[in-house]
């Protein structure tokens, strides 16, 4: 196991705001969403941290560069999540994190409920949410050089050949992401569908902005918690694979 964070060799300071234009590389086609609309329920409990909850951690999308040191109220290294379901690992990687502010992007009610609940029961303050597609986030919220670390865990694999296009780990957002990534910033992508994590090793290795920290696959770092839908995967013979890369100067 690994803790990724402890090596970045960079400082927590935040990278200026600009002036408000959005970056040059919005205007890459944008074929994919961060997400797939799916039908889903909320529950009692979710909307009651909907409703508690909502208001202090829930961020509303506003195209212009995020002020992360009054979002979070503090200055500190700044991780972004692309879609963190039910937010069981998120809520685990913030409590053993911190020292780091986690900006977490979903766009379903009930997994957003679900996160804002852990939240309230574990007394956590370094999360925000916007609930809203990552790839307007990144592309008008989110300055270049203002990320420490990106994660992208579990994304739909979409396995029928024909649907591979719609995969969200492509050419364009990984060359987005890398440059909103600090010099030694870390992009981690977690995948249990192995022509899926052929893909992401492929495309993240052709980034020339980002550089792997493993001969190939990583080891899992000791931040990233084995969920309940992962463990039972292991179990059935899955492989899961980690795939960690970080920014050049």
């Known amino acids: 196991m690994h803790s990724i964070p402890a090596d970045t060799g960079h400082t927590p300071s935040r990278a200026p705001a600009g ?9 890459f086609p944008k074929a994919i969403k961060s997400y797939v609309r799916r039908a889903g329920r909320t529950t009692t409990g979710q909307a009651k941290a909907l409703e508690t909850f909502g208001s202090q951690f829930v961020l509303d999308y506003t195209p212009g560069p995020l002020d992360a040191q009054a979002a979070f109220g503090r200055a500190a290294p700044l991780i972004l999540e692309i879609g963190f379901g039910m937010g069981e690992a998120t809520a685990h990687i913030a409590g053993v994190r911190p020292q780091d502010d986690f900006l977490c992007c979903e766009v379903h009610e009930p997994g957003v409920g679900a996160l804002l609940k852990r939240i309230g029961e574990r007394g956590l303050t370094n999360i925000r949410i916007l609930q809203h597609d990552a790839v307007e986030v990144i592309d008008h919220m989110l300055p270049e050089g203002s990320l420490d670390g990106v994660h992208i865990f579990f994304p739909d694999p979409w396995h029928k050949k024909r649907h591979n296009k719609r995969r969200l780990v492509q050419p364009p957002l990984v060359a987005k992401l890398a440059r909103r990534l600090k010099p ?22 052709a980034e020339p902005l980002l550089a792997n920290s493993a001969d190939g696959y990583a080891p899992q770092p000791d931040y990233r918690p084995l969920t309940k839908f992962e463990n039972r995967g292991l179990r059935l013979g899955h492989g899961v694979w980690d795939i960690l890369f970080r920014r050049v100067a």
Request: aromatic share 10%.
């Open 184 to 205: 030694g910033g870390y992009l981690h992508c977690a995948t249990d569908w192995q022509p899926y994590a052929e893909q992401m090793l492929e495309v993240l290795s």
């Open 19 to 27: 002036n408000g234009s959005p970056p040059a590389d919005v205007a």
